[in-house]
């Protein structure tokens, strides 16, 4: 079955430093995301991508945040100037047609720790 | 605004019993989609059961059904038979309709449950 795929499982990072979270999506999917989950709590939107543009973003999505799809497989965050409160696990996901009746299929997260 | 509230935070149940988690959701939107994830310790998140605003019938997946009344805005998940391996955290959400303007999914807090020997 296919899956999304994130690269690393976990990242270690200082503070101040930039970092690129890599996930490659399901290959026939459209609409591709990214959310995070804080301590295994609230699993929080952070931006949806579509045709090479960003449909929606959320208000944790500021300056710091930006999303490629570099190539026709790669889907990237980058975080710039990462703060201890970044450190959380960052979810990509995919859904095929972008409707209601379309689940979101997850990579398996990468964990990012800011020190 | 869409808006999923789960108000258990912690279930417990004992192996080979059915067990209900609950979920209510806010939407204006008449068409809407609802899903259940499961989130075991090892922390992915695993696809569970769909059900759309639209569908006459409940949903269900094998051991999984989701009891959806729509005037009550509710989409309970439950899990017949409970297992060991089903210990985990269970996470309601929504997605509405393009008149909404989002193409986001939102997720409630989670239910952590824990099957018991």
């Known amino acids: 079955e296919p899956e999304v795929t994130q690269t690393p499982s976990h990242q270690v990072t200082q503070m101040g430093q930039e970092v690129i979270l890599r996930c490659v999506p399901i290959s026939n999917h459209l609409y591709f995301y990214w959310y995070r989950q804080i301590l295994g709590q609230k699993v929080e939107f952070l931006v949806s991508?579509?045709?090479?543009?960003?449909?929606?973003k959320s208000e944790i999505f500021d300056d710091q945040f930006s999303v490629e799809r570099p190539d026709g497989s790669n889907f990237t965050l980058k975080i710039r100037s990462t703060k201890l409160e970044d450190s959380a696990m960052y979810f990509c996901a995919s859904s095929d047609q972008g409707g209601v009746g379309s689940p979101l299929h997850f990579g398996n997260g990468t964990r990012l720790t800011v020190t | 605004a869409q808006k999923i509230t789960q108000t258990q935070p912690g279930m417990f149940v004992q192996e080979k019993e059915a067990v209900t988690l609950d979920c209510t959701y806010d939407?204006?939107?008449?068409?809407?989609?609802l899903f259940w994830y499961k989130q075991p310790s090892s922390g992915e998140m695993i696809f569970l059961i769909y059900?759309?605003?639209?569908?006459?019938q409940n949903a269900t997946e094998g051991r999984y059904s989701l009891n959806f009344q729509k005037a009550r805005k509710s989409a309970n998940l439950v899990i017949s038979a409970s297992q060991l391996g089903d210990s985990a955290m269970y996470f309601c959400?929504?997605?509405?309709?393009?008149?909404?303007?989002?193409?986001?999914?939102?997720f409630g807090t989670g239910t952590r449950l824990k099957v018991l020997a």
């Open positions: 991508f579509y045709n090479n543009e960003i449909s929606e």
């Open positions: 059900q759309g605003s639209y569908d006459q």
């Open positions: 959400a929504m997605r509405e309709g393009d008149t909404s303007g989002t193409y986001k999914y939102i």
């Open positions: 939407t204006s939107d008449p068409s809407y989609g």
